[in-house]
């Protein structure tokens, strides 16, 4: 599995679009990336995951570089509700998913 | 639907009891998952279960069993509590589409040990 680095915290104003980059240059060729955020102390939420097309959703968009090396998750219009921490994880298949520490993001009024 | 149940969603336990942690699921999965988070820290994998009569370690499964009781149920026993395993407890449930795995959570059980 993939190690990914993220950004210990980030602060966003409220409206704006949230980018949350994630360094996965270890990554192989059949490993996914996942994006899972925990609000609170609530259980993680699953996002998005991609595995070389830039991916879309309702909640978010997910850019990864032609490399591969890194993704961006995208949160288009950041409201209050969107504080949280979010785990940028690279695996193959996910069934055991493996988290790191996150990136805190606090989004601001 | 009520996705993942957990069972207590608070416990204090003294030094060398024991304990079981109940998890239940509702959306037909099969696979199924325990986690703790120690304070500040990510997610850390503790057992899980393939299929119904399948269970596999994970990363920190000392002090531990589970038992995968029928398709929905997965429960953690601890057998002689301590306080190292003073966390937050999450349970959690996929079912694979391809070689995606989307697991839902559960809201957790915050266990102390004293």
């Known amino acids: 599995d993939a190690k990914t680095t993220q950004p210990t915290s980030m602060d966003c104003a409220e409206g704006r679009a949230a980018n949350l980059p994630c360094n996965h240059s270890?990554?192989?060729?059949?490993?996914?990336v996942y994006w899972y955020r925990q609000i609170h102390s609530q259980g993680p939420q699953y996002i998005i995951h991609?595995?070389?097309n830039n991916e879309t959703n309702e909640m978010a968009s997910l850019i990864i570089t032609e490399d591969r090396k890194s993704s961006t998750l995208i949160l288009p219009h950041a409201t209050l509700r969107d504080t949280a921490v979010y785990y940028c994880?690279?695996?193959?298949?996910?069934?055991?998913?493996?988290f790191g520490q996150g990136t805190r993001l606090t989004i601001n009024p | 639907n009520a996705g993942v149940t957990q069972t207590p969603k608070f416990q204090v336990l003294k030094t060398g009891q024991s304990m079981t942690l109940q998890c239940a699921q509702d959306?037909?999965?099969?696979?199924m998952y325990w986690y703790r988070q120690d304070p500040g820290m990510g997610l850390r994998l503790i057992y899980y279960?393939?299929?119904?009569?399948?269970?596999d370690k994970g990363e920190v499964p000392n002090g531990y069993n589970v038992s995968r009781l029928n398709k929905r149920e997965f429960s953690l026993r601890l057998e002689s509590a301590a306080p190292s395993q003073t966390s937050v407890y999450f349970c959690?449930?996929?079912?694979?589409?391809?070689?995606?795995?989307?697991?839902?959570f559960g809201p957790g059980t915050r266990l102390t040990v004293t």
């Open positions: 959690a449930s996929s079912e694979v589409v391809g070689l995606f795995y989307e697991q839902y």
């Open positions: 959306m037909n999965h099969n696979s």
């Open positions: 991609g595995l070389k």
């Open positions: 270890t990554i192989s060729g059949n490993e996914y």
């Open positions: 994880i690279a695996i193959q298949g996910a069934q055991k998913l493996v």
């Open positions: 279960s393939a299929s119904e009569g399948t269970t």
